[in-house]
């Protein structure tokens, strides 16, 4: 059973406009959550995270924001640029549970910005 | 950008042969880790190290085995190569057990013919 899950595989969007890029999670232990981008060929480089004591974090034109009732969290890209065109994994981690098994990731969603 | 290579990058190896895959890390982290990535599957944990000879297994780990005789390496093993093991395949590594946060290597493409 998948701990985490983006629905959405693929997701274009026009040029300046917001991208959002959904994620939930069904794992009630799980209190930090990432996001991490991934162009072809490279490996995934981290993007923002959150804990699971906030609702929003921001940094610059990315923003996610968690709503643990829903277990649900999204990232939001504002105004979307071309170089924003990637694969964006969802991540999450149970801190608090001593395991050092690291991440658990969601399948992905591969964005598209259109100029 | 975090200091860890794998090599090789690139390896065509026919069925049945036994392969190695290594990563090598600068930054002095406890935890180091290895992913495979396929279409539809995202990242999936193969096997994972809390330290030196520490290592237990991830949610793939048949057909895989891995050693830390170094705080620096990290090797994965593939005993006998099948074709369901061609894939992309990423180490990473981490300063604290959770894995806040994870840094990648470029990656290892393997295809098993």
């Known amino acids: 059973d998948q701990q985490v899950k983006q629905n959405s595989p693929s997701l274009s969007v026009q040029e300046g406009r917001i991208s959002i890029l959904n994620c939930d999670y069904t794992?009630?232990?799980?209190?930090?959550f990432l996001w991490y981008k991934k162009y072809p060929a490279e490996g995934p480089t981290f993007l923002i995270s959150?804990?699971?004591?906030?609702d929003k974090n921001e940094d610059g034109r990315f923003t996610v924001f968690l709503n643990k009732s829903a277990k649900h969290l999204s990232l939001h890209i504002v105004p979307s640029q071309p170089g924003d065109s990637a694969v964006y994994f969802c991540?999450?981690?149970?801190?608090?549970?001593?395991?050092?098994?690291?991440?658990?990731f969601g399948k992905g969603t591969h964005l598209i910005i259109q100029p | 950008d975090a200091g860890i290579t794998q090599s090789p990058r690139h390896k065509v190896t026919e069925t049945g042969t036994p392969v190695t895959l290594r990563c090598h890390q600068t930054?002095?982290?406890?935890?180091m880790y290895w992913y495979r990535q396929d279409p539809g599957h995202g990242l999936r944990l193969i096997h994972y190290s809390y330290g030196v000879k520490d290592t237990d297994k991830g949610e793939v780990s048949d057909g895989y085995s891995v050693s830390r005789s170094k705080t620096e390496d990290f090797l994965l093993t593939l005993e006998s190569a099948t074709s369901s093991q061609t894939s992309v395949y990423f180490c990473?590594?981490?300063?604290?057990?959770?894995?806040?946060?994870?840094?990648f290597g470029e990656g290892s493409w393997l295809t098993v013919v």
């Open positions: 794992n009630s232990m799980f209190d930090y």
């Open positions: 930054e002095n982290h406890r935890y």
């Open positions: 990473a590594i981490s300063a604290d057990k959770s894995g806040n946060t994870i840094y």
């Open positions: 991540a999450a981690s149970a801190r608090s549970g001593g395991g050092a098994d690291g991440l658990t």
């Open positions: 959150i804990s699971s004591i906030k």
